[in-house]
């Protein structure tokens, strides 16, 4: 009798050890799919919002921006952050750089890295 409660109690502390080692595997993996990235928002040169996010690395820029800010689209290309909309008539026109670099894709393709920082300019293009 004493011989099976403990092989009883083995087998539920190596039960319980077991499951524990599973919980921190799926956390690294959490980790390892955040960046820390910042974003700055720009209307006629002067800053106006500024954050600093934590985000997932599978999310687009446009999908991390529609979940920090309130857009405002015209199909995939943001016309709007914040209530600061772009202007045809003045040639007045949202524009992002990544660590100062413009990239050749809409935020709706662009991938961002650990580290990286978006500058959202509203400018009159001339």
Partial sequence: MKKNIYGFLILLVMLTLGACTQKAEPAKEKAQDQLKITIILKEDKQEFDKKELTVN?????????????????DQDFITGIDGHK?????????????????????????????????????????
């Fill in 86 to 126: 772009q202007n045809a008539q003045e040639n007045k026109y949202w524009l992002y750089d990544v660590n100062g670099k413009q990239p050749d894709v809409a935020a709706v393709d662009y991938y961002l890295k650990d580290g990286d920082v978006v500058t959202w300019t509203l400018n009159k293009l001339e």
């Fill in 57 to 73: 690395k599978k999310e687009s820029l446009q999908t991390i921006m529609d979940q920090q800010f309130k857009l405002e689209m």
